[in-house]
């Protein structure tokens, strides 16, 4: 990934052809790291498209009367995958927090790989996938 010189990541030229890539961009004004996102539902179907929703935002150096960060740009992401090729996931729970999320382009089409903070980790690999985008915040939240 290449970063900018105010230290954010640029658009991944491997994900200009990703239907709803250069969106999830433009929300940001970069490429999130998806650093702290939560998985909300994985949704895996062996004959249709399968999906990765997931909540994620914009952490700000201001702090709240209460002494957290602000955090703004709430977004859900919903990664939708045609035909899953590879699967390896671990530690589903009631709360899955992100280190990080990244998409690659690989052979067989893209991987997604989940980098572990609390809860789900690993990755999935598909043939193809577009980006679906719902601003503001999950309604189970």
């Not at 658009?11 to 961009?25: C, M, N, Q, R, S």
């Not at 090729?85 to 893209?110: A, E, K, M, P």
């Not at 572990?116 to 189970?140: F, H, M, N, Q, W």
Request: proline fraction near 4%; glycine fraction near 8%.
């Amino acid at each position: 990934m290449r970063v900018s010189s105010r230290g954010l990541m640029e658009f991944p030229p491997e994900l200009e052809d990703v239907e709803g890539a250069k969106d999830l961009h433009d929300w940001f004004g970069y490429w999130p790291k998806f650093h702290d996102a939560e998985v909300i539902r994985p949704h895996l179907d062996r004959t249709d498209a399968s999906a990765l929703v997931l909540h994620t935002w914009e952490m700000t150096e201001e702090v709240d009367e209460k002494g957290f960060y602000v955090l703004r740009k709430h977004i859900v992401v919903e990664f939708v995958m045609k035909e899953v090729v590879g699967l390896r996931l671990d530690g589903f729970s009631h709360q899955n927090v992100l280190f990080g999320l990244t998409i690659d382009r690989v052979d067989h089409g893209y991987r997604l790989a989940l980098e572990d903070c609390y809860g789900i980790a690993g990755t999935i690999d598909a043939t193809g996938v577009s980006i679906r985008l719902t601003p503001g915040k999950p309604k189970e939240a």
